[in-house]
């Protein structure tokens, strides 16, 4: 990979506008340049985000409002969801320095979804994401702001791509650039799990009702876990849609 | 080295209480505890401080005051100045990462400088310092505060100790082991591929013939990559027997 790998930064549902501000001013600090806003509560613009941001203005003119997360990371290959602590969700879990390791080498757009203040991300946002990113604090105090989050993400990116630009990168990298591609964008993805849902749900797959939720969501991060590329999603489709046919009784078997 | 070595964080003429508050709040984060302040602009103890603390008050109700940078340090052995950008100086130079590192190796009390909002420390305090501690920062956009300095720098402190204690990387593998099953063992793939080919035959999927092995190939190669463990492969053979079922009339929709 010859480009330098920036991860996007997506808000999901901010709150207060200066926050919005400091976490622009945090990101601009290490290099960081493309935010993403879903949702914010007080609607955008936001007179309060512009002060806050001391300078960094031009992040907060540039980002982008989305209605629902996944629309925001519907074009990008890694999504990463931020937790100060670890989930009990199946999905693997990094810490900032391994998150910049990873941006620096996996060619694709990388996302890091930060929830609200205080509250964080909710269960559907973290189900988006292919990695849990958790910054690993003192379990006795946890009390990271937003833009602090936002920080040691954007410090790591910086200190990482400073390594590898340096000194010889001792990273591994798929050797064979055509053997490789990247996992699929998150909106194909999306696409297929809708697909396999399409092919379940009158087939009975999501009954009974009160299991339904959590049927899905395993669905969901099944589907996940793969990091299917574009050729692979292409194909589960044609598998999906073949077994959508009936039987043909003069198909030549095995 | 057996004690884990804690750097002192030494504040010097702070100006607003709430952000000598910030600075614990970010200390405690990661596990820091001492901090001395050099004559406090507005004295201290500073009711301002407690609630920007937001629970670090412990550190607070411990940070001693020093009428002097060099009263502050005089027990200490290795004395860091942080400066956001180089100054003229013919001193060892060190960023956060490298300063863990020496925190973790060099045996003896280390203290860290910082100085007051925005004006930074006066030319006599970065006299007192051995290194002078650098956070590279956008040479464009430099506008890190007090309290982000501060964080970033526990940040690696904790960073650089779980890596010297051998903590084990989480890297692509979710930790807490309830959460995390292995690939399920080559026999139920095998179930798996076979499953996904004989319902996948009699509807035509491997024809033309002269595909077929390819096809094959790239139907079990997608289906490898995943790594599903033992209940993901139970999970997708469920649905595979839920496609070979015809849609029922009355099941619920979506």
């Known amino acids: 990979m010859n480009a330098v790998n920036k991860p996007i930064i997506v808000l999901v549902r901010p709150q207060l506008g200066e926050n919005i501000g400091k976490a622009a001013r945090a990101m601009l600090n290490f290099g960081l340049t493309e935010m993403r806003l879903v949702n914010p509560r007080d609607g955008w613009p936001n007179p309060s985000a512009g002060p806050a941001a001391a300078g960094a203005d031009i992040l907060l003119d540039r980002a982008k409002v989305y209605a629902s997360t996944a629309d925001a990371v519907a074009d ?10 670890k989930r009990g969700v199946t999905k693997p879990v990094v810490s900032p320095d391994e998150a ?9 757009r990388h996302a890091v979804l930060f929830g609200r203040e205080a ?23 946890g009390s990271l702001n937003l833009a602090q989050a936002v920080i040691l993400v954007a410090y790591e990116w910086a200190r990482r791509l400073r ?19 990247p996992p699929a964008p998150q909106a194909e993805l999306e696409g297929l799990i809708d697909h396999f ?7 009975g797959y999501f009954l009974p009702e009160a299991r339904s939720e959590t049927t ?14 574009h050729l692979e999603v292409r194909t ?16 030549v078997k095995g």
Chains 1, 2 share one sequence.
Not at 80 to 85: E, I, N, P, S
Not at 163 to 181: D, I, N, R
Request: charged share 25%; glycine share 6%; with cysteine.
């Open 216 to 229: 899905r969501r395993n669905l969901r991060s099944m589907l996940t876990k793969p990091g299917w590329n």
């Open 100 to 108: 910049a390791h990873l941006f620096h080498t996996e060619a694709g």
């Open 163 to 181: 390594e590898t630009s340096g000194a010889a990168s001792e990273l591994v990298q798929p050797t064979a650039e055509e053997e490789w591609l």
């Open 119 to 141: 509250a964080g991300l909710e269960t559907e946002d973290v189900a988006l994401a292919r990695r849990i990113l958790t910054v690993p604090i003192n379990p006795e105090f």
């Open 76 to 85: 990008c290959e890694y999504v990463y969801a931020t937790t100060v602590r």
């Open 197 to 203: 849902e399409t092919l379940l749900a009158p087939r």
């Open 236 to 251: 589960m489709r044609g598998i999906l849609t073949t077994l959508g046919r009936k039987p043909r009784d003069d198909a």
